[in-house]
């Protein structure tokens, strides 16, 4: 399980629209609003970081969102697992900049 911290940044006066669209997915929670910086600030919780990768492709489809931005990444419970010698699935492959600069240059 992976939990994330990230900021929604929504086209100016549709933060409001994009927080209704956030409520229909039971793993968001919205913590915050803020319409002067067209701002949300969100938890996303997943199963691994390949759904969390698919979900936030999925929500940038929407035309008021301008991006998703991943601030703060909880992996406690993936580490036991790798402490304990289970295999986990865990890559972060395509989190960091430099491979966010990569996908958007091909």
């Known amino acids: 399980m ?47 970081d390949f759904k969390l990768e698919e979900l936030c492709k999925k929500l940038q489809e929407h035309p008021f969102i301008v991006q998703i931005s991943h601030h703060y990444f909880n992996f ?11 295999p986990t699935d865990l890559s972060l492959k395509g989190f960091s900049k430099s491979e966010q600069r990569k996908e958007r240059d091909i």
């Open 2 to 48: 992976i939990l994330v911290g990230s900021v929604v940044t929504c086209l100016k006066d549709s933060t409001n629209s994009v927080a209704e669209v956030l409520k229909d997915y039971p793993n968001i929670d919205i913590h915050a609003i803020d319409e002067k910086k067209s701002n949300i600030l969100i938890t996303i919780e997943e199963e691994s």
């Open 76 to 86: 406690e419970e993936e580490v036991d697992k790798i402490e304990k010698g289970i």
